[in-house]
């Protein structure tokens, strides 16, 4: 299975609270929302169009609970997003998760190498595509090692100003070879990115 990760950033890389305020995930974040009004009906379509050809979801524990939530409870199975997410196998790193709450749910948990080896084995016996939305951490953790097939990223024309990013000030060097790129009318490019080792540095 190719493992897809897909976010939505501000130009200056916040990811954090990009459909709304939640003051339960976020406390003190007062500039959620700032995705929403930029996505018209033909960024709408291509993210309806990501999620169905989706044949498995994998999340962290943050992201899985906030979608088990908004998402998971909804029965309107006819719109692309709540059909694919509530009749797709659904997995969840994590360590403290026990018993999850939305169907067709599998916990990954262990250290990090024998979470590397679940996700590893997910992606060679399955043909099709294993999707990662939001899910900061994991997504950063999954490019560390080594196993992300492709990034897209809808990058919102925005500057937050605060909040998590989807990058730390430090972490590993990764060349990326650009797989797709367009615009949508009101500004949200979408760029599709994959990852292709360290990257050249300039000598001299």
């Not at 916040?14 to 709304?20: E, K, P, R």
């Not at 989706?54 to 909804?74: H, M, S």
């Not at 694919?84 to 250290?111: C, F, H, I, M, Q």
């Amino acid at each position: 299975m190719k493992l897809t990760t897909t976010t939505q950033v501000s130009v200056d890389g916040v990811m954090q609270g990009n459909g709304g305020r939640h003051p339960d995930l976020d406390p003190g974040f007062e500039r959620g929302g700032w995705a929403r009004p930029l996505f018209d009906s033909e960024a709408m379509t291509l993210v309806d169009q990501v999620y169905q050809r989706a044949d498995a979801f994998l999340f962290g524990r943050r992201t899985y609970e906030l979608f088990a939530g908004y998402w998971g409870v909804r029965e309107d199975l006819d719109n692309p997003i709540v059909g694919a997410l509530n009749t797709k196998p659904k997995y969840v790193a994590s360590n403290t998760l026990t018993e999850p709450r939305w169907a067709d749910t599998t916990v990954l948990s262990g250290d990090s190498d024998e979470l590397a080896a679940a996700i590893g084995e997910l992606k060679a016996k399955q043909a099709g595509e294993l999707q990662v939305h939001g899910s900061g951490a994991l997504t950063r953790w999954l490019l560390e090692n080594n196993l992300v097939d492709e990034m897209i990223l809808l990058v919102c024309p925005v500057i937050v100003g605060e909040g998590t990013r989807l990058f730390p000030d430090t972490g590993p060097d990764i060349a990326l070879d650009l797989a797709e790129s367009r615009a949508f009318p009101m500004g949200i490019t979408l760029q599709v990115y994959r990852p292709a080792g360290r990257p050249q540095y300039a000598t001299g």
